[in-house]
Structures are given as C-alpha cells and as structure tokens.
C-alpha cells in the first residue's frame, strides 16, 4: 500500500470533488427532463426548476403513449433499426473486407469514388427521382435502402481491417481456409470494438432520422417514431384548454420532456452493453498508434 502525503491526499480529493461535480452538471439536464416529465404544470409553475417532483403525475406519458397511437411508430422504428443496422454492417463489412487488401485490382478508384461521396451528393431532387423511379416511396424499406452504406463508417472499418495483423489471415489460408472463413472465423471475432462502434453509429442514425420519412412517405401507419413524436408536440401546442376540459390537463412542456424520455431511453438502454468494445476498441487503438 502507497503510504500518500498530506498534499497529496488533499490533491486526489480535489480530484475527487471536481470530477463529482462535472458528473452533476452533465446528469442534471437529464434528471430535470425526467422529472419535468412525471410533474404536474402546477408546481412546475410554482417551483421553477424541479429535480425531486413533490407529487408525481404520468399524465404526459399517458399522452404520448396513448392518445397518437405511438405503439404502430415504435414498431417502425424498431424494425428499421435492427434490420436496418444489421443489413448496414452486412453490405459494410462486405464492401470494407476486400478495400482492406492493398492488392485488389482497381483499389484505388474504389476508395478514391467512395470519399468522393463523402464530400458531394447528388441533391435531394435527383434522389427523390431515384427512389420513386425504385418504387420504394411510401414503403419501410425506403428507411433503410438508400442508407445501407456510409462512407465514413466503411473508411473506419477499412482502416481496422488494415491494421489487423496479415500473418494470421495467411496462416488461416495455409490451412486451407477461404476468403469468407477466414472473414467469418478470424477477421470479425478480432473486429468487435470497430464492429459495435459502428453498429452504434448506425443504430443511433437510425433512431434519430425523420427527414427521409417526411420526403418519402405519406402513410401514417409508416411514420417513425420521431415523425409522431414531432405530431405530437405540434397537435398539443395547438390544443386548447377548452379541447381538454373533459381530461387531465397536461401542458405542452410535459408533453415534451416525456416524448424526450420516451425517445432517449431505449439507446441509453443499448449503450452499456457496447462499453467494454468502446473501451477495448480505445485501447487497442492507443497500442497500434
């Protein structure tokens, strides 16, 4: 045991106390989200800035969860980011794998055509022409096929394939392994961390997108979570007392700060089972660099 000076147990103490406080300050916008959510206007007026709610009311969730008919939204949603991730890391890792081999024929133009995209993009007119002329306007698929790839994530995934030792892939076809053995057997056990990073990456892009779904679709039965969601803020700010004189009254604010609970806490549910590959996956990176 490290016997520490008086200096410098004062010194970890500080420490301590500072890295406390930055805690509070970044778990506080949270924790008022939350509690605004489950408190009623009425002391919300009175109180200001509620953490701790004196009488908790679930009028707000009662609002999101039941009077818009979220429960449909929620399964667009859903379908979209699983399947959606899961084809995304299939046509990822499908189009990284072989980029990583520095002696594929026409290497060079490939990635040279890939980043090209990263800087320019055909418009949204021209992409609108596209995906109709594709047939997939007003269908959940039109959510996930045009976004199957992202440049960024593929470079990502290159570049770790890149740095993943040859010997082992040339040991593994010695043995008489193929290319998609040696893919599936050796290169994606050694792959976790940049895997779930970017099945992160991808998963939360999903979550959070509704621009497409407003420029392709017109069913409502399609809308994604966040469409409804942003129906639902505009339909209660519109709503007048008189509308809710036969209900609870619950203010648009409310309705707020549970539609941001309600979208938020099914990734902060996801993210610590992805820790300990972020954490690998930095470790990793910090011996190779």
Known sequence: MINLTFWEKVGQAAIYAFLILLSALCLFPFLYVVAVSVTPESEVLRRGVVIIPESVTLAAYKEVFTAHGIGQAYKITLFRTIVGTALNMLFTVIAAYPLSKKYLPGRSPFLLFIIFTMMFGGGLI????????????????????????????????????????????????????????????????????????????????????????????????????????????????????????????????????????????????????????????????????
């Not at 976004?147 to 593994?172: D, R, T």
């Not at 043995?175 to 990456?201: K, M, N, Y």
């Not at 609870?248 to 941001?260: G, K």
Request: hydrophobic letters at 50%; glycine letters at 4%; proline letters at 5%.
């Open 126 to 289: 021209p992409t609108y022409l596209l995906i109709r002329s594709l047939g997939l306007l007003n269908s959940p698929w039109v959510l996930i096929i045009p976004h199957l790839i992202s440049a960024f994530n593929l470079v990502i995934v290159k570049g770790f394939f890149e740095q993943l030792p040859s010997e082992i892939e040339e040991s593994a076809r010695v043995d008489g392994a193929s290319e998609i053995q040696t893919l599936w057997r050796i290169v994606l056990p050694l792959s976790l961390p940049v895997l779930a990073t970017v099945s992160l990456f991808y998963a939360v892009a999903h979550w959070n997108s509704y621009f497409d779904a407003i420029v392709y679709i017109n069913d409502t039965r399609l809308m994604p979570l966040q469409v409804v969601l942003r129906n639902i803020l505009l339909n209660v700010q519109a709503q007048s007392a008189e509308s809710l004189a036969n209900t609870e009254y619950v203010s648009s604010f409310a309705v707020q700060m549970a539609a941001i609970v309600a979208t938020t806490l099914p990734i902060l549910f996801v993210y610590p089972f992805l820790q300990k590959h972020f954490t690998k996956g930095v470790l990793l990176g910090s011996v190779k660099g």
